[in-house]
């Protein structure tokens, strides 16, 4: 991959690396990253930080996307209401089902053109076909895969096996509370694609594994990061 370039900025890259991390990886908001680097002897304003996350997040969530491997055939697909600039929207988004986002969008409908959309991009952005694709009671999805032709492929209306789409949605639940809601339509998708990026290369589910194994999975996310931000 072509190295990313910091030139023409008076703070450092390992700087500039830092404040992105922490803005992405934890429940942060500008101001907390600025008191963070403070406490370390660094003293840049919050729009500065903000400046970085909207020029470097996005380069940064798509080199880490190229380096993840292959997800899982079995998707799962919901949609969450949101506000958004005080008008009600969806958030349409498919995970697998270990967790890894796959890919989401906001959108102004919750009706069969939406569904399609997320389905279209799904197909077209996966390195793997899909075997199984999970969805609730909305008929949306149904009409949407028939035009598809993936309908033998629909398992609908089953809440509880839905669980890891409906679970997924929490993290994002606690950014929109911490930056008080989004505030349009392009900086809520810029933001939560950034974030299922870096979401997707540190998530690990440490109740299910041993100390030795997350340990390993800690370095190997500390890899791509370093690997991507290059």
């Not at 009600?88 to 498919?94: E, F, N, T």
């Not at 032709?149 to 929109?176: Q, T």
Request: aromatic share 10%; hydrophobic share 40%.
């Amino acid at each position: 991959m072509k190295p990313l370039s910091f030139k023409r900025h008076r703070f450092p890259a390992e700087i500039i690396r830092h404040a992105v991390w922490l803005y992405f990886r934890f429940s942060l908001s500008f101001r907390d990253v600025e008191e963070l680097l403070a406490q370390r002897g660094i003293d840049v304003s919050y729009e500065t930080i903000r400046c970085w996350t909207i020029k470097f997040g996005p380069h940064i969530a798509r080199r880490l996307k190229r380096l993840r491997p292959a997800p899982s055939p079995r998707w799962h697909l919901d949609e969450v209401v949101c506000s958004i600039g005080g008008k009600r929207m969806y958030l349409w988004r498919a995970v697998d089902d270990e967790g890894e986002v796959l890919d989401l969008v906001v959108q102004r409908e919750r009706d069969t053109g939406a569904a399609l959309k997320l389905l279209r991009r799904l197909l077209r952005n996966q390195a793997v076909e899909p075997q199984l694709i999970t969805t609730d009671g909305l008929r949306s999805y149904g009409a949407a895969l028939q035009e598809l032709g993936l309908a033998s492929l629909h398992r609908p209306g089953r809440l509880r096996e839905n669980n890891r789409a409906e679970n997924s949605h929490l993290p994002i639940r606690r950014r929109e509370r911490q930056q008080q809601l989004f505030k349009s339509q392009a900086s809520a998708q810029r933001f939560l694609t950034t974030h299922a990026a870096i979401y997707n290369t540190f998530y690990t589910q440490r109740h299910l594994i041993s100390r030795p194994t997350l340990r390993r999975f800690r370095a190997d996310a500390e890899a791509a990061w370093a690997a991507a931000t290059a």
